[in-house]
């Protein structure tokens, strides 16, 4: 940002208070906050004051002791469901058609099912898989399912089979439950995945993960492309470039690696 930018320094002080109670594990002493923002304790009990006002802290009656009411989970909650995360990740789905002239989509899980909110062809390739499938797809059959079934408890994925079924869409499909929790132990543990003609004869899929804040899984980025072009050396080079796309994408929506929080 450019420093010639005036900031309102009022606000600053007022997120940096945020932050910090944020973190505190226990409601807190005036004093132990005004340390750690490194504020005069008068100026920390009149920003404690407004947030009290307008329902974002409380002050304990016995212990004296401020902590941050649920009104910023709130917030946190509705932004996200409002969060137009398929228009800023686009780009992404864009970056990986240029680069690799293959069909790539962004896709969210909508009811058991996947649905395609945003695609991208390569500038010379045209792979007409998505407009076959429809804007719906299977979870147990594509990539982009895959990776959301790896949040799914066990009862979660018998409520998937008595809905949804484990239709067989190609000879390669799985449609058994037993190999099914194989492949998501599978996916979870490499941190993509891959539809192998599980959806399609003659095309296969690679797709990667896009984490919210909460490393709660909320999009999938998929590259698709038929066997022919999209060989396993291919397949390789795709993987570690989407990861990349991905933890880029997570980290745009607020996610940060368990490494980083504990660092």
């Given amino acids: 940002m450019n420093d010639s930018v005036k900031k309102n320094q009022s606000l600053r002080k007022a997120l940096d208070i945020l932050e910090v109670m944020v973190d505190m594990t226990a409601p807190a002493r005036l004093q132990d906050i005004a340390q750690k923002t490194d504020m005069s304790p008068s100026t920390v009990l009149r920003f404690l004051n407004t947030f009290i006002d307008f329902g974002y802290a409380k002050q304990d009656s016995e212990t004296s002791l401020y902590y941050l009411t649920l009104k910023l989970a709130d917030l946190g909650n509705r932004n996200r469901i409002n969060y137009p995360f398929q228009g800023s990740l686009r780009k992404y789905i864009k970056d990986i058609a240029t680069h690799f002239n293959e069909s790539s989509s962004l ?6 099912q996947m649905v395609y909110i945003a695609t991208e062809e390569g500038p010379q390739h045209m792979l007409q898989t998505l407009s076959r499938i429809g804007r719906i797809a299977p979870m147990h059959s594509t990539g982009v399912g895959k990776l959301f079934l790896t949040e799914y408890s066990d009862s979660k994925l018998d409520e998937l089979v008595n809905r949804r079924g484990l239709s067989k869409l190609t000879e390669k499909t ?13 996916v979870k543990n490499q ?31 998929s590259l698709s492309a038929p066997i022919t072009r999209l060989t396993y050396d291919k397949t390789n080079e ?26």
């Fill in 238 to 263: 795709i993987i570690n470039y989407l990861l990349d796309l991905g933890r880029q994408a997570s980290e745009e929506l607020g996610y940060k690696p368990a490494i980083e929080k504990n660092s």
């Fill in 107 to 112: 896709c969210i899980e909508d009811d058991m």
């Fill in 174 to 186: 799985i449609v058994t439950l037993p190999e099914l929790k194989a492949e998501i132990a599978k």
């Fill in 191 to 221: 941190g993509y995945a891959i539809d192998e003609e599980e959806c399609e004869i003659g095309v296969r899929c690679v797709a990667v993960p896009v984490r919210e804040y909460s490393g709660k899984i909320v999009a999938a980025m």
